[in-house]
C-alpha cells in the first residue's frame, strides 16, 4: 500500500476542499477501498474521512415524509432502522446482503453505490423505490435520480471533486411492496451471479398503478427491466401476469459469462427470481403487510 495523507473534515466543504487535491479518494466504510489499495488496484495520496460528517452520517425523516440516508450509514444500520425495516423493506433486505456480519457494521450506502460494481445489493433497491442521490462539490449541490450516475463497471458519472453526499427516498405510499432477491454460488459473503428487486403499488381495487424491476449482474450496470414493467402496468398481480413480466425482464438481461455463472444460466436466473420477488410482493400486499 502506498503513503498518503489522510483527512477527517468536520464539514462538507471542508471535505470538498480536501478531496479537490489531486489523487483524493473518499473513506466512507472502507471495506473495498483499503483491500483495492492493499492489492495495488487503486492508489491514493490523499484520503479523505466521511465518518466524522453529520450529514454523511444520519438517517433523518424529511418534511414531506421521505427520508435522508447518509452516504457513509453503515449497512447494519439501514437495515435495522425502523422506518426503512418498515415502508422499504427491500433496501432493508439488501443491506444484510452486503458481506459478513463485520462487514455490514462498516460498509456504507454510499460506497455500496459509488464502487459502481453491477453486482452492488443495495443498488436495484434504491432504484425501484425511485432514490436520488444528492451530489456535492465545491461549486454547490445538485440532485439527480440514482440509476443515472452508473457509467459502467467501477465507474460513475459523478465529476472530479464531487462526492455523493446522501440518498433521497421518497415518502413510502399506501397498497406498496418491495423485495429484493439474489442468487450466489455460495449462502453468504459471496457476489450476487444475478439480483432482482421489485416494488409494486396497487390501488384500491388490487390493480397496479406503478411496478418498478431492477436487475443486478446481468449487464455492465444495475439495470432497469422496462419491458417487464410495462407488463406490469393496469393489472393485477396474478400468476400468469408475475410470469409475463419475469420473461420479459429475462429478455432485457445482457450478462457475460464468467467463473460465477454463464449468461445463459444468468438469463434463466433473472426469469426466476424476477417471478419470485414478485410472488413475494404480491403476497406482503395480501398479507396488509
Do not use: W
Not at 25 to 36: E, H, M, N, S, V
Not at 55 to 62: K, L
Not at 177 to 188: G, L, V
Amino acid at each position: 500500500m502506498n503513503l498518503f495523507d489522510y483527512h477527517r473534515p468536520s464539514t462538507l466543504s471542508e471535505a470538498c476542499e480536501a478531496l479537490a487535491a489531486g489523487g483524493a479518494r473518499l473513506l466512507a466504510g472502507g471495506t473495498d477501498l483499503i483491500p483495492q489499495m492493499r492489492e495495488g488496484r487503486r492508489e491514493a495520496a490523499h484520503i479523505v474521512d466521511l465518518k466524522r460528517l453529520a450529514e454523511c452520517t444520519s438517517i433523518e425523516v424529511r418534511a414531506d415524509g421521505g427520508l435522508t440516508i447518509g452516504a457513509a450509514v453503515a449497512s447494519s444500520i439501514v437495515a435495522r432502522h425502523p422506518v426503512i425495516a418498515e415502508h422499504y423493506p427491500a433496501l432493508a433486505v439488501a443491506a444484510l446482503m452486503i458481506g459478513s456480519h463485520q462487514v455490514q457494521n462498516r460498509a456504507s450506502l454510499g460506497g455500496n453505490i459509488c464502487n459502481a460494481a453491477p453486482s452492488a445489493d443495495a443498488v436495484p433497491p434504491l432504484i425501484v423505490l425511485g432514490a436520488q442521490v444528492e451530489i456535492v462539490s465545491g461549486e454547490g449541490r445538485r440532485v439527480v435520480p440514482l440509476e443515472t450516475i452508473f457509467a459502467g463497471p467501477g465507474r460513475t458519472t459523478l465529476a472530479a471533486g464531487e462526492l455523493l453526499a446522501t440518498i433521497i427516498l421518497p415518502a413510502p405510499q399506501a397498497n406498496t411492496a418491495s423485495h429484493y432477491i439474489r442468487f450466489t454460488p455460495r449462502r453468504e459473503m459471496d457476489i450476487a451471479a444475478a439480483g432482482v428487486a421489485a416494488r409494486i403499488i396497487r390501488d384500491d381495487a388490487g390493480v397496479i398503478i406503478n411496478a418498478r424491476i431492477a436487475l443486478a449482474s446481468v449487464a455492465p450496470t444495475p439495470i432497469r427491466a422496462m419491458a417487464g414493467e410495462q407488463v406490469l402496468s393496469g393489472q393485477r398481480l396474478d400468476d400468469a401476469t408475475i410470469e409475463a413480466a419475469a420473461q420479459a425482464a429475462m429478455g432485457e438481461a445482457r450478462p457475460i459469462s464468467d467463473t460465477r455463472a454463464s449468461a445463459e444460466y444468468r438469463r434463466e436466473l433473472v426469469r426466476v427470481l424476477t417471478r419470485r420477488v414478485l410472488t413475494h410482493c404480491r403476497d406482503a400486499l395480501e398479507a396488509g403487510r
